[in-house]
C-alpha cells in the first residue's frame, strides 16, 4: 500500500456520518494532551477535573446533536434504571425488586451527593 492509499482510506474514513463517532475521541485526545501544561497553573488534580467535564461536554454535546437514540448520558441513565419511555403500541415494561433496587441506589447516591455538596462534606 502507498502512501496515498492510506491517506484516501483515512479521509474516507473520517467524512461524513463516521466523524460524528470519531469526535469525541479526537476532542478526548486533545484534552487530556492539555493535562500537563494545564496542570502547571491549576494543580494536577483541578486540571484533570476540568478536562474531564470539558470531556464530558464534548461527548454529550456531540451525542445530543447527531439525533440518535441512547447515546445521551440521561438516555442511559433510563435504560440502566429501567425509566426509559415507551414507544406507542408498546406493553408496559416490567418493573422487578431489581429495577426497584437500582432506583433506590441512585436516588440515595443523588441525595448523598446533594448533602456532600451542599454542606461541605458533612456528609
Do not use: K
Not at 429501567?82 to 432506583?103: A, N, Y
Amino acid at each position: 500500500m502507498t502512501d496515498g492509499e492510506g491517506r484516501e482510506h483515512a479521509e474516507a474514513y473520517l467524512c461524513g456520518a463516521e466523524m460524528s463517532r470519531v469526535l469525541p475521541f479526537v476532542a478526548g485526545g486533545a484534552l487530556f494532551g492539555a493535562v500537563a501544561g494545564l496542570s502547571f497553573g491549576l494543580g494536577n488534580y483541578t486540571a484533570a477535573w476540568v478536562l474531564w467535564l470539558l470531556y464530558f461536554g464534548v461527548v454529550e454535546l456531540t451525542a445530543v446533536l447527531n439525533s440518535r437514540d441512547g447515546d445521551t448520558l440521561s438516555e442511559h441513565v433510563w435504560l440502566w434504571f429501567g425509566l426509559q419511555r415507551r414507544r406507542p403500541g408498546e406493553p408496559p415494561r416490567e418493573v422487578t425488586g431489581w429495577v426497584w433496587l437500582r432506583r433506590f441506589a441512585l436516588l440515595a447516591f443523588v441525595i448523598w451527593l446533594a448533602l456532600h455538596f451542599l454542606t461541605g462534606g458533612l456528609f
